[in-house]
Nanobody, 118 residues
Framework: QVQLVESGGGLVQPGGSLRLSCAASGDAFSSRTMGWYRQAPGKQRELVAT???????NYADSVKGRFTISRDNAKNTVSLQMNSLKPEDTAVYYCGAGRIGGTTVRYWGQGTQVTVSS
């Protein structure tokens, strides 16, 4: 099975930056749509950004212009560069891998905490 491990979370002040990384193991990474999702306390998990096997990206309106998703197929990693962070960005961030040939998430990482506070 595909395993995903996130890293890079932590505490940052408003306006600061963090870079999250997701290391994938398993088959067909380069053929899968990858994504970042987040879940704040008491709220549902929501889409943050996705990137297809071809490199096309999609972002939630709340992060557009501030966050950038990227992938390195040679290293089987996907990253999320987060700039101009706001307190409302505070959440557990999860890496997700889609089914081969699809866009629905099949595999999830364990999550990494991002806290934006002064």
């Amino acid at each position: 099975q595909v395993q995903l491990v996130e890293s890079g979370g932590g505490l940052v002040q408003p306006g600061g930056s963090l870079r999250l990384s997701c290391a994938a193991s398993g088959d067909a990474f380069s053929s899968r749509t990858m994504g970042w999702y987040r879940q704040a306390p008491g709220k549902q998990r929501e889409l943050v950004a996705t990137i297809t096997s071809g490199g096309s990206t999609n972002y939630a309106d709340s992060v557009k212009g501030r966050f950038t998703i990227s992938r390195d197929n040679a290293k089987n990693t996907v990253s999320l560069q987060m700039n101009s962070l706001k307190p409302e960005d505070t959440a557990v961030y999860y890496c997700g891998a889609g089914r081969i040939g699809g866009t629905t998430v099949r595999y999830w990482g364990q999550g990494t905490q991002v806290t934006v506070s002064s």
